[in-house]
Nanobody
Framework: VKLVESGGGLVQPGGSLKLSCATSGFSLDDDVIGWFRQAPGKEREGISC????????YYGGPAKGHFVISRDAAENTVYLQINDLKPDDPAVYYC???????????????????WGQGTQVTVSS
């Protein structure tokens, strides 16, 4: 099982980014993919999850109206669109997979079995 994030970078405030989570070693048909982020000195924070079984999504507290999660089963890829980037959005963004629960709930980091290496998002003018 492997997850690889990409799409991070430097963006001006108010800009947008679309992060990708390419998965391999399993098919996107019976799992939950979650997106988390971690800023320096802070705990890892849940953003959103999507269920491959039924396409249901869930957004955590910081995500509502700000992030959009989606998936492309044919490409085995899950996306996280970040809109209107703000000064408190910079962090390393991670995707993770779990196979024994549904979404919702998002769950905490400890409930996910596999993680990517993360992609850095920086917001600066």
């Amino acid at each position: 099982v492997k997850l690889v994030e990409s799409g991070g970078g430097l963006v001006q405030p108010g800009g947008s980014l679309k992060l990708s989570c390419a998965t391999s070693g399993f098919s996107l048909d019976d799992d939950v993919i979650g997106w988390f982020r971690q800023a320096p000195g802070k705990e890892r924070e849940g953003i959103s999850c999507i269920s491959s079984r039924d396409g249901k999504t869930y957004y955590g507290g910081p995500a509502k109206g700000h992030f959009v999660i989606s998936r492309d089963a044919a490409e085995n890829t899950v996306y996280l669109q970040i809109n209107d980037l703000k000064p408190d959005d910079p962090a390393v963004y991670y995707c993770a997979a779990r196979f024994d629960r549904s979404c919702p709930p998002l769950g905490g980091p400890g409930q996910y079995h596999y993680w990517g290496q993360g992609t850095q998002v920086t917001v600066s003018s």
